[in-house]
């Protein structure tokens, strides 16, 4: 009788160190499962904030810089950054500005000598290629710097069709050229905004020669310029 006793009192025990130890590994399976999601959770939440902040038009600054650049069809190249854009990326950085880039619908073609051509030719025909990405809203900026190549000694005529379509938001603004070259400079840039746009104020703009080394080293005389003409962070 007492062997009875006694073996049913281990096999007792036996049941209670099976439940125990059951329920203490479910209990660490759902700590764990918990930790995770919450994990999972918060690299969700960080991944969306960095996308909801991570815009190039922000709107929380009064100067914006617009550019058109290339890197196929252009002298040296191609280019891994076009020109225009590297002095771009420097004002942008420089003044603390938001960035729009001017995306050609039809891509001008690749080869050197192609796109002057159809350059010269959009300017006889007066032409407004059109824009892919869609214009931004420019209305809170005081400060907009309006970038390009120097083409046939004018803004390439993309840039023309930016210009009309926000000829009366840009009316009042402070604009500023700058401009890429192979020997033009500005060109006619600044006298064109300063027909354009008669009551806007127009500043002085920079211009540098499109090759890759001077293109590189120009943050110094960039800076320089911005000072001059009063355009910082």
Request: glycine content about 6%.
């Given at each position: 009788m007492k062997r009875r006793q006694m073996i049913f009192g281990i096999g007792v025990v036996a049941i209670l160190v099976a439940l125990f130890t059951w329920n203490f590994s479910r209990g660490r399976q759902s700590t764990s499962t918990s930790q995770s999601q919450s994990t999972t959770s918060s690299q969700?939440?960080?991944?969306?904030?960095?996308?909801?902040?991570?815009?190039?038009l922000s709107g929380d600054n009064d100067v914006l810089v617009v550019y058109f650049s290339r890197t196929e069809g252009v002298w040296?190249?191609?280019?891994?950054?076009?020109h225009t854009k590297v002095i771009a990326d420097y004002i942008t950085n420089a003044t603390n500005a938001d960035q729009y880039e001017i995306i050609p619908a039809v891509a001008y073609p690749e080869e050197y000598e192609a796109p002057a051509d159809q350059a010269r030719e959009e300017q006889e025909a007066d032409a407004r290629p059109a824009i892919a990405n869609e214009l931004p809203d420019i209305s809170g900026y005081e400060t907009i710097f309006i970038g390009?190549?120097?083409?046939?000694?004018?803004?390439?005529?993309?840039?023309?069709?930016?210009l009309d379509a926000e000829a009366e938001r840009l009316a009042d603004k402070t604009l500023v050229p700058f401009t890429t070259h192979l020997g033009s400079g500005l060109g006619n840039t600044q006298r064109?905004?300063?027909?354009?746009?008669?009551?806007?104020?127009?500043?002085?703009?920079?211009?540098?020669?499109?090759?890759?080394?001077?293109v590189q080293n120009a943050e110094g005389d960039i800076t320089a310029w911005l000072n001059e003409i009063g355009v910082t962070k």
């Open positions: 969700t939440t960080t991944a969306s904030t960095s996308l909801q902040t991570d815009s190039d040296n190249g191609p280019l891994e950054i076009g390009a190549p120097v083409w046939w000694s004018e803004y390439p005529m993309i840039v023309r069709t930016f064109q905004l300063e027909s354009q746009f008669p009551n806007a104020t127009v500043l002085d703009g920079f211009t540098v020669r499109g090759e890759d080394k001077t």
